[in-house]
């Protein structure tokens, strides 16, 4: 079973728009979410992440927002440029009680068009 | 470059060839991880050491696979009787002490088993 969800495999959006990518979960005990982006040919590179304890990070363009009672969390670019075109995942753990380890969604390929 | 390395970038074997892959975390790193992508797919968590112990394995790390880290600095992960069920990206990360979470992830070995 998919603990980690994220299901729009592509979004195209306009230069200069906002992109929302959206990610849900279902294992009540993840505390810890992670953003990454990943180009081709290389690895995921971290973005941003917020803890359970907060319901929004902001780091420049890339806002954060989680819902837990929804166990729901999205980012939020703005203004999407053409260089954010890339693969988003969303990931989670348990701060608490795993070893860090990652729990990915299958990934949203977002198209930023000049 | 101080990033993550991985070694070789790609690997093509055939059924039933063993395969070993390389893993240089970045210098101080204490935790390593190794995860496994397959197309249209997340990155799935294989294993974690912490310096040289492997304290977590992952249930997809069937008894065909071992990783090690000698001296708590490079990890191998070898692949015995390769099938082609086992072509995939394998990612490593790591990450340093304190720091939970955000991982470093390097470019990734492609295994493509004929």
């Known amino acids: 079973d998919q603990q980690v969800k994220q299901n729009s495999p592509s979004l195209s959006v306009q230069e200069g728009r906002i992109s929302i990518l959206n990610c849900d979960y279902t294992?009540?005990?993840?505390?810890?979410f992670l953003w990454y982006k990943k180009y081709p040919a290389e690895g995921p590179t971290f973005l941003i992440s917020?803890?359970?304890?907060?319901d929004k990070n902001e780091d420049g363009r890339f806002t954060v927002f989680l819902n837990k009672s929804a166990k729901h969390l999205s980012l939020h670019i703005v203004p999407s440029q053409p260089g954010d075109s890339a693969v988003y995942f969303c990931a989670a753990t348990n701060y608490g009680g795993s070893q860090g380890n990652l729990i990915f969604g299958k990934g949203t390929k977002l198209s930023v068009k000049p | 470059d101080t990033g993550v390395s991985q070694d070789p970038r790609h690997k093509i074997t055939k059924r039933g060839q063993n395969v070993t892959f390389r893993c240089d975390p970045i210098?101080?790193?204490?935790?390593l991880y190794w995860y496994r992508q397959t197309l249209g797919q997340g990155p799935e968590f294989l294993t974690y050491?912490?310096?040289?112990?492997?304290?977590?394995k992952s249930r997809l790390l069937s008894d065909r696979f071992s990783a090690e880290r000698p001296k708590g600095s490079f990890s191998t992960l070898e692949i015995q009787r390769t099938e082609q069920g086992d072509s995939a990206m394998y990612l490593c990360?790591?990450?340093?002490?304190?720091?939970?979470?955000?991982?470093?992830f390097g470019p990734g070995t492609r295994l493509t088993v004929l």
């Open positions: 990360a790591s990450s340093p002490p304190g720091v939970w979470g955000e991982q470093f």
């Open positions: 050491f912490q310096n040289e112990a492997q304290l977590e």
């Open positions: 917020i803890s359970s304890i907060k």
């Open positions: 294992n009540s005990m993840f505390d810890y």
């Open positions: 210098s101080e790193h204490n935790r």
